[in-house]
């Protein structure tokens, strides 16, 4: 496991982007008050995740309007029809922690 940043850089609802090693991460707070880390990239248009909405345990792209599910990567909304690669979370003292294996076995 990876220190990312502390639990108050991403306020709930609000989604930051990382780079961990070279791999780019979108560490999102869920309205449902967990952590979320996917690969930053949407899967249908190479456009960053980290820069669209969070909506309940989704992440929107900000582009063309796809939808993933932040525990599974899978894709909730159209155009993507590929899941992104969803990285395990551990929040420890405060602190996020993410491992670079894909948890949903997707890679990118």
């Not at 961990?20 to 449902?32: C, K, M, N, P, S």
């Amino acid at each position: 496991m990876i220190k990312i940043c502390s639990t108050e850089d991403v306020p709930k609802g609000t989604v930051i982007s990382a780079d961990v090693d070279g791999t780019q991460l979108a560490i999102v707070h869920g309205e449902d008050d967990n952590f979320y880390a996917v690969y930053d990239e949407c899967s249908h248009a190479a456009v960053p995740l980290s820069e669209g909405e969070v909506e309940g345990c989704t992440l929107e792209c900000w582009l063309h309007g796809s939808r993933f599910d932040l525990r599974t990567g899978e894709p909730t909304g159209l155009p993507a029809t590929e899941p992104v690669p969803v990285y395990p979370v551990e929040v420890r003292d405060g602190d996020i922690y993410v491992s670079l294996t894909p948890s949903n076995g997707v890679t990118r």
